[in-house]
């Protein structure tokens, strides 16, 4: 007997389950890491649904998210609602070790994207980067840190 396979199941699903948890998330420059704030993802709806929740150390910002994957492409699709009232979508792909989140829409001379690397199951590394001459070469903005809370 064959068991059928959940609805929101597979690789691309797995992917989302190495973030979930609760995590602090540091900016990290030469003179160390910098608490940014707290960050609480999560599966949803059997699995289907990725949701993040961030705070700002002060409390002056936050952001919500939430992703599916789209059935057109297999990747995570997922937007944020700042407290600002703005919003912006990525779209996840690998690209070797790394995730990659590449920014929907936008300024197509002013491409952003998130790389995300994993140190340990319990930290991961996060690079902003920008890139001025359509994805040719790309240069770092930020760097943080994102270590789970115990």
């Known amino acids: 007997m064959t068991i059928p396979q959940l ?3 597979g690789r691309m699903y797995d992917l989302a389950k190495l973030f979930v948890g609760s995590w602090k998330e540091y900016t990290v420059s030469d003179e160390g890491e910098i608490l940014g704030g707290s960050l609480q993802s999560g599966l949803e709806l059997d699995g289907c649904v990725f949701s993040q929740r961030f705070t700002s150390a002060d409390g ?3 952001f919500m998210s939430f992703g599916y994957v789209e059935p057109d492409t297999g990747q995570w699709y997922e937007t944020y ?3 600002n009232g703005r919003a ?3 779209r996840w792909r690998e690209e070797g070790a790394d995730i990659i989140t590449d920014r929907v829409g936008g300024n197509p001379k002013d491409l952003r994207r998130l790389r995300i690397t994993f140190v340990s ?3 991961y590394n996060v690079k902003e980067e920008r890139s001025l001459d359509g994805g040719n070469t790309w240069e770092l903005v930020e ?3 994102t270590r789970r809370d115990p």
Do not use: E, G, I, T
């Open 121 to 123: 199951k319990d930290v």
């Open 143 to 145: 760097l943080s840190r």
């Open 81 to 83: 609602v700042f407290n």
């Open 88 to 90: 912006a979508s990525y």
């Open 60 to 62: 002056s910002f936050s």
């Open 7 to 9: 609805p929101c199941s």
